[in-house]
């Protein structure tokens, strides 16, 4: 029973069809300046200034009155039918989850502008259909908001361009097939432990199982399972499948329909386990070697290190309390003349909205849209194995993010609430916000008279996703020129192969590298989209491309040579229709987005460069062509940059529920480049961030977040008539003379010593106020990629 307890919790906390059932809710952490409650405090805190934003947050989830309000209205309508998800079986209709419909960006911009008044509130409502024989599970749109007379709950098609509001739920019966799964495996036991060296679910380090390919037909799944050691000490289970796997094929809802099929060993297929069980019975059958766990896979080593790791790393501190003001009622940040709102949604995470610079629009919105990892490998799990995060809610994974290590001690924390199934859950410090100086300046120069030198701080935005086996990191950085660079961070245990040794010779190194006994590494793409809906100086824009070409050209000037000049120049072209662009080689070309009616004071059309920004190099975009998994599903995925033109009715490139119906996904992004003028029109670029992941035995036992970055820069070009962080920066000019160095600072500066607590430095997380989380076990059910059969 115990093991059996053990089992049932490691895979039924992830399953994607259980998303109502959340923790209870957590009261929001109070902001008390830059400093958290939870850090012991002796400093008396200054009276903050009240700070308001000049608009509400439209974008804004839904607040807890608005919730409770919206819960009652729901349950009582008998159009939706629901159940209580505590008393639901899988033959009723239960709410999943909830959260607000944002508004269409028309009504948005005239209420901006003040032609309108607020747009009206809408909740976007999921429900599981389970009453009828093809359960679905169902996208409605209630309101107005709060519950009215005219409130109503109306089918949402209008964001999905397949003209549907649904998906078939293709396991719906999950509770009853997790059991059958589990009977099935206890009668090959003797199969298990003579191979495996232990018995399914046993306790406490005995196998698990994750799916790798699965196929979805009509109500029919198979789905090829693979073997994982248990791992009762750490988290390392990643790093520890093993060479045995069975098919498992199911037919309807009917326990009858469901079998094992196949077991796959050694690069064998047998028919059933009895086939294999006989096997094993003869002479010279090859046993592989067994993945264990040991101090290989632990992250963290507690003894003595080199001389200086005894020593404590020099750190930033904020002496001077936080340069930003935030309206944390709104969520509305200002610095150095920026000025934004930022909104979490429960599948997406972070976004960002209505970003001016010096007042005038930047962007619109920039946010995450979809996260992607495809693998590759000759196994069926890592042959076949790709997931699409935002179905597990990468918004609701965002963690309590730990000071001094996550952000700096001095960060502001933010929390951000999220609403499913009748219940609430508020992630305490899920966002940090803070400015930081970089170790190297943001412009210097030396002439015999002078030295003149900048210091170049920023403004980061930052949150941590944990999915499964990687945390991401995601961060909007702004830098005081006006350039906002979007980027991604990874870091965790790699989703590992077995290393089968009698297939070594002839598969060695062709999907990744040996990195242990019994372990290799599979090559996989991350790919992450992001919309960019860019509002430079104003709502009519044109993408530009800026060509670095080379050229011959006669000069009247040039009488020495006799043969014209070789040289380049620029050549801009405009792309006149929606498009895919990949990044240039050699970076042969500039990609700026301009505004035809506003220049600068020389006449120049004002504009935002997009470019790769810091990392490992520029961002990727799906290796794969035509992915036998995600089918339609992410034709965003196959090209590094997006431009389209914008409608209310296309405002997200992706949908979770995409998952199910790859064929005919809810959202076919392909659909977007629907080859439609976009010169001097409203553009919406999406792009991708991500990287080739190769690992290594360097992965081993985590993946560095250094090795992994990527990024995005959307950076003035001619938009200003000068640098704009001319006004901002600190810094100073050296006056260099034959007797004395004379020095003139700009800007402020510390003039005198400052008193520090222990905890400014490195903060008590002895008193770190964070709730208990259970980590998403990415179990065999989030591994459903449907595939045709």
Same mark, same amino acid.
């Given at each position: ?121 809408? %909740? ?512 965003? %995925? ?152």
């Amino acid at each position: 029973m115990a093991s059996f307890a053990k089992f049932w919790i490691a895979i039924s906390a992830s399953a994607v069809f259980l998303w109502f059932a959340f923790l209870a809710s957590a009261p929001f952490l109070r902001h008390v300046d830059s400093y958290l409650e939870f850090l012991a405090s002796t400093r008396e805190v200054p009276e903050i200034t009240p700070f308001q934003a000049p608009y509400r947050n439209v974008w804004a989830d839904l607040s807890q009155q608005e919730t409770d309000d919206l819960l009652g209205f729901l349950f009582d309508s008998p159009e939706l039918n629901l159940t209580e998800a505590s008393q639901a079986t899988s033959r009723d209709n239960t709410l999943m989850q909830l959260g607000v419909l944002q508004p269409n960006k028309t009504d948005i911009l005239c209420y901006l502008n003040g032609s309108a008044g607020l747009p009206e509130r809408w %909740a976007h409502v999921v429900v599981a259909q389970g009453v009828t024989e093809d359960a679905c599970i169902v996208n409605y749109m209630v309101g107005p908001l709060p519950p009215n007379a005219l409130t109503e709950i109306r089918p949402l098609k209008y964001i999905f361009n397949s003209g549907r509001n649904h998906v078939i739920n293709p396991v719906p019966d999950q509770e009853d097939l997790l059991m059958w799964i589990i009977g099935e495996l206890q009668g090959v036991s003797d199969i298990t432990q003579k191979m495996l060296g232990t018995d399914v679910f046993a306790s406490p380090d005995g196998l698990d199982i994750r799916a790798g390919a699965v196929y979805i037909g009509n109500r029919t799944l198979s789905a090829w399972f693979q073997f994982y050691r248990q791992d009762s000490s750490s988290d390392a289970g990643w790093l520890l499948p093993q060479g045995l796997y069975f098919k498992l094929q199911t037919a309807t809802r009917d326990a009858a329909n469901w079998k094992i099929s196949q077991w796959y060993y050694n690069g064998l297929v047998y028919e059933s386990a009895s086939e294999l069980r006989e096997a094993l019975k003869r002479p010279g059958f090859l046993l592989n070697p067994l993945n264990l766990n040991g101090p290989w896979t632990d992250t963290e080593d507690f003894g003595e290190g080199p001389p200086g790791r005894e020593l404590p790393p020099p750190t930033m501190i904020q002496p001077s309390g936080p340069r930003f003001k935030i309206d944390h009622q709104q969520n509305f940040i200002s610095w150095m003349g920026f000025e934004f709102f930022i909104s979490t949604s429960q599948e997406r995470g972070l976004s960002l909205h209505n970003i001016r610079f010096d007042s005038d629009t930047v962007i619109f919105e920039v946010g995450l849209q979809e996260a992607l990892a495809h693998y590759a490998g000759d196994d069926p799990a890592q042959g076949a194995l790709a997931f699409v995060d935002t179905l597990d809610n990468m918004g609701f994974h965002m963690r309590n993010l730990v000071p001094g290590y996550d952000c700096p001690a001095y960060a502001t924390y933010l929390s951000a609430s999220y609403h499913n199934g009748g219940a609430s859950l508020t992630r305490k410090n899920s966002i940090c916000v803070f400015e930081y100086t970089a170790d190297h300046a943001l412009r210097r120069h030396t002439s015999d008279e002078h030295v003149s030198i900048s210091r170049n701080t920023y403004l980061v935005v930052r949150s941590v996703s944990t999915m499964g086996n990687y945390d991401f990191t995601i961060e909007y950085i702004f830098y005081l020129d006006g350039t906002i660079e979007v980027k991604l961070r990874a870091s965790g245990f790699i989703w590992a192969a077995f290393h089968t040794p009698t297939l070594e010779s002839a598969k060695r190194n062709e999907y990744g590298y040996r990195v242990h006994e019994a372990l290799a590494t599979s090559m996989h793409d991350h790919v992450l989209n992001f919309k960019a809906d860019l509002d430079v100086a104003g709502t009519s824009n044109t993408f530009v491309r800026v060509g670095i070409q080379p050229a011959t050209v006669e000069y009247p000037w040039d009488e020495e040579i006799t043969t014209p000049r070789n040289t380049m120049h620029l050549v801009e072209r405009a792309v006149e229709k929606e498009a895919g662009i990949n990044w240039p080689a050699k970076s042969g070309e500039m990609y700026v987005v301009i505004n035809d009616n506003s220049t600068n004071s020389w006449g120049e059309k004002r504009g935002y460069r997009i470019t790769p920004g810091t990392g490992m190099g520029n961002p990727i975009h799906l290796s794969i062509l035509n992915s036998t998994a995600l089918r339609k599903s992410a034709e965003w %995925a196959y090209k590094d940059l997006w431009l389209v033109k914008q409608k209310d009715t296309e405002p997200r490139s992706a949908e979770p529920l995409n998952y199910y119906v790859p064929q005919d996904p809810l959202v076919d992004f392909a659909k977007f480049v629907d080859d439609e003028d976009v010169v001097d029109e409203d553009l919406v670029i999406y792009f991708n961030l991500g990287s080739h992941h190769i690992p290594h035995s360097g992965d081993i036992p985590n993946t560095l977040m250094h090795t992994s970055a990527s990024s995005v820069m959307f950076t003035p070009f001619n938009f200003h008539d000068r640098d704009a962080s001319r006004r901002r920066v600190q810094g100073v000019k050296l006056e260099l003379g034959d007797e004395e160095t004379q020095a003139r600072y700009f800007g402020g500066r510390h003039l005198e010593g400052v008193n520090l607590k222990e905890t400014d430095l490195e903060p008590d997380l002895l008193k770190y106020g964070s709730e208990r989380q259970i980590a998403r076990n990415m179990s065999w059910i989030y591994n459903l990629i449907p595939r045709e059969n």
